[in-house]
């Protein structure tokens, strides 16, 4: 059992998890390869936050069911929906055989051994708070960006989420451990970095050196070489002026803000548990709107949470206008286990669901149309990611995360992924924006 297969589902904690467990497996002498049929262990690491990625995950390993047990194969369920569902994923999927939380990769050679003694159901499911900043090994797949998770868990509690019971209680890494981690990243010549935490900005340094996330962000973007930090993500309520103040004063801290509001009408924030109001939200965006930087500001926002009135998405409409978001994340609400919110009743049928989903994204579509309208003849520093074969472009990003598709002026050079041009913006879409490189 020495080439494994891992697929990854959800956000990027997952896929930095996954490259975590990619470190810990080669560390261990397994070879990676591209598909499930040419693997000995087949891993799926999963995302638990919408019942449609469950679903997604479960149907995969349907897929493999009849060749399980003629193959040799060890499947294996990591991440959310591992920690989740624990160990009835073995009634569900009887050809699994490893199952096992995101806080307990670090157990994982040990774990397999005891699969290859014989043992048919394994799991490694504790929530360790020591155990969870312990990974040795990543091998990171972008060679020019590359993750730190500095904080683990959620204490907030919120009614329809997953993450305290599938992610534990917030824990956070020292601050020496997040800038030594850095400052290795910059000298293998990485010059992007973002900070992970499903709350990062609730960070509580536990060293003596105390640092919060402001101070951690600012340190970070000190370190030489590195040319951009991001974070994600935020919680409103812990969101605090001093983290635009380190933007305004250093501007390797890239002019882009996360900020899940979720709803715009303070009733429905109630229901979910949110732990601020509207007023509250907007007085976020407004330090944003105010500071030196043109900050890009997105979020996520579901649609007909339990008891949701017509004029609570209304209020959610108008709240998406005043702010006017550079891009938005948008969901139907979906019910999860072991959460508050199972005990409301009052719940919102199906299509009313997807009308205002619907209503939502295009109002969002028209406001992303303006804004990106907004950036043409203005000049922006790209990351260059590839080459577009499709388009005959060259796909870059800026430091406010937007998408930036650009042509070469006469006689220059290509880029590399990884290089920084300077692109003047010459059209947009909802989605993106276009231009040509210019020399410096």
């Known amino acids: 059992m020495r080439t494994f297969y891992i697929e990854t589902f959800g956000c990027q904690m997952n896929v930095h998890d996954s490259e975590k467990v990619i470190g810990t497996l080669n560390q261990q002498g397994y070879s990676q390869v591209e598909t499930p049929e040419e693997a000995e262990l087949v891993l799926y690491n999963t995302c638990s936050i919408r019942d449609k990625a469950e679903q997604k995950v479960f149907h995969r390993l349907d897929q493999f069911k009849k060749a399980a047990g003629k193959n040799g194969k060890v499947y294996g369920v990591l991440g959310c929906v591992a920690q989740q569902e624990g160990e009835r994923i073995f009634d569900r999927a009887p050809h699994v055989s490893l199952?096992?939380?995101?806080?307990?990769y670090t157990k994982l050679p040990e774990l397999l051994v005891q699969i290859e003694s014989g043992e048919r159901r394994v799991t490694g499911l504790s929530l360790d708070t020591e155990d969870t900043f312990e990974t040795a090994?990543?091998?990171?797949?972008?060679?020019?960006?590359?993750?730190?998770?500095?904080?683990?868990?959620?204490?907030?509690?919120?009614?329809?989420?997953?993450?305290?019971?599938?992610?534990?209680?917030?824990?956070?890494?020292?601050?020496?451990?997040?800038?030594?981690?850095?400052?290795?990243?910059?000298?293998?010549?990485?010059?992007?970095?973002?900070?992970?935490?499903?709350?990062?900005?609730?960070?509580?340094?536990?060293?003596?050196?105390?640092?919060?996330?402001?101070?951690?962000?600012?340190?970070?973007?000190?370190?030489?070489?590195?040319?951009?930090?991001?974070?994600?993500?935020?919680?409103?309520?812990?969101?605090?002026?001093?983290?635009?103040d380190a933007m305004d004063e250093n501007p390797v801290l890239c002019n882009h803000v996360h900020l899940p509001v979720q709803s715009g009408s303070d009733r429905v924030l109630h229901a979910m548990q949110r732990l601020y109001t509207r007023d509250e939200y907007l007085r976020r965006i407004e330090w944003m709107k105010n500071s030196r930087r043109n900050i890009a500001i997105t979020t996520d926002i579901i649609v007909g949470f339990c008891g949701e009135t017509d004029e609570d998405f209304e209020?959610?409409?108008?709240?998406?206008?005043?702010?006017?978001?550079?891009?938005?994340?948008?969901?139907?609400?979906?019910?999860?286990?072991?959460?508050?919110?199972?005990?409301?009743?009052?719940?919102?049928?199906?299509?009313?669901?997807?009308?205002?989903?619907?209503?939502?994204?295009?109002?969002?579509?028209?406001?992303?149309?303006?804004?990106?309208?907004?950036?043409?003849?203005?000049?922006h520093e790209v990351m260059v990611e590839y080459f577009n074969q499709a388009t005959g472009q060259w796909v870059g990003r800026t430091a406010q995360n937007k998408t930036l598709n650009?042509?070469?002026?006469?006689?220059?050079?290509?880029?590399?992924?990884?290089e920084y041009r300077d692109v003047v913006v010459t059209r947009s879409g909802p989605n993106s924006l276009a231009g040509e490189a210019v020399r410096v």
């Open 99 to 104: 199952v096992v939380g995101s806080a307990s």
């Open 137 to 244: 090994y990543t091998r990171r797949d972008n060679p020019n960006k590359a993750y730190i998770t500095i904080i683990e868990g959620c204490d907030k509690a919120c009614a329809y989420c997953v993450v305290p019971m599938t992610r534990g209680p917030e824990r956070s890494r020292t601050s020496e451990s997040v800038l030594e981690e850095a400052r290795k990243i910059a000298a293998d010549g990485y010059t992007e970095i973002q900070l992970l935490g499903q709350n990062v900005n609730s960070y509580r340094d536990p060293s003596p050196a105390g640092m919060n996330f402001a101070q951690l962000m600012n340190a970070v973007g000190q370190v030489p070489c590195l040319r951009r930090v991001r974070f994600t993500t935020s919680h409103p309520r812990a969101f605090t002026k001093d983290i635009i």
């Open 315 to 379: 209020q959610t409409l108008r709240l998406i206008e005043e702010v006017e978001y550079d891009s938005m994340f948008s969901f139907k609400y979906s019910q999860r286990p072991n959460t508050p919110a199972l005990g409301l009743t009052e719940h919102v049928p199906e299509e009313e669901k997807s009308r205002r989903l619907t209503i939502l994204q295009e109002k969002q579509r028209g406001i992303q149309m303006r804004r990106n309208a907004e950036y043409i003849g203005e000049r």
């Open 406 to 418: 650009f042509t070469l002026g006469e006689g220059m050079a290509e880029p590399r992924a990884g």
